[in-house]
């Protein structure tokens, strides 16, 4: 079994973690990339424990990926593909998590960027529904949509999706087509084009995740 590891930052209360936030890189990165969105969500979750696993496979000088891509092929069946083969890794990363903290499913907010935002939607919609996510947070994101999808029995967190409208990597259409599709599938679904913004995270898309999390406090 494949076990994760990465940076990981202490509740900023310094107390016992009462909920997590588990971020995951993009292609090619790390831990150590993401673990830099904690700062500006401590505020909001003072009792979270943020972790930044890096991803299973390695590319060499430090940089990791979720799955294979396929860039002289079909990159649209790499990542169907890839998505789900490595979709039990992230679940088994979760499950580990909770047992040794004690926190929630529902205390636990899963987010990614570009690769890792992949698998944050495919793997937190798939989750059954007593395993519910606080919500997950796609950074450039496409959605390979789990098996049972639209039946009763898996979870819908709710869904907050970020694209650059200028991202020439990850086409912005396809958050687009996210949104339609998770909607139609019953989520709760907060959707945001950033203006003129690539392949990355402007702090207009970052003020909008963080004001996601923030409803999600308030309910």
Not at 121 to 126: I, K, R
Not at 171 to 185: F, G, H, K, V
């Amino acid at each position: 079994m494949t076990k994760l590891s990465g940076p990981m930052l202490a509740p900023a209360n310094g107390g016992q973690a009462d909920a997590a936030v588990v971020l995951l890189h993009g292609y090619g990165s790390d831990g150590h990339d993401l673990i830099a969105l904690a700062p500006h969500w401590q505020g909001l979750l003072p009792g979270a424990l943020f972790v930044a696993p890096n991803a299973p496979q390695s590319l060499g000088m430090g940089g990791f990926q979720w799955f294979a891509i396929d860039w002289s092929g079909d990159r649209v069946a790499s990542r169907q593909t890839g998505v789900v083969e490595a979709r039990s890794i992230v679940v088994d990363f979760l499950h580990d998590l909770w047992s040794q903290t004690g926190i929630l499913p529902n205390r636990t907010l899963l987010s990614g960027f570009s690769q890792g935002a992949m698998m944050a939607l495919h793997a937190g919609a798939s989750l059954p529904r007593a395993e519910q996510l606080m919500g997950v947070i796609a950074f450039s994101s496409a959605f390979v949509p789990p098996e049972g999808l639209l039946g009763p029995d898996l979870a819908r967190p709710p869904i907050c999706l970020v694209h650059g409208d200028r991202d020439d990597v990850v086409d912005p259409n396809l958050s687009a087509q996210a949104r339609d599709e998770l909607s139609e599938a019953g989520f709760d679904v907060s959707y945001y084009s950033s203006p003129g913004v690539g392949h990355g995270i402007a702090p207009d898309g970052l003020a909008f995740a963080t004001d996601f999390i923030s409803g999600l406090i308030q309910k």
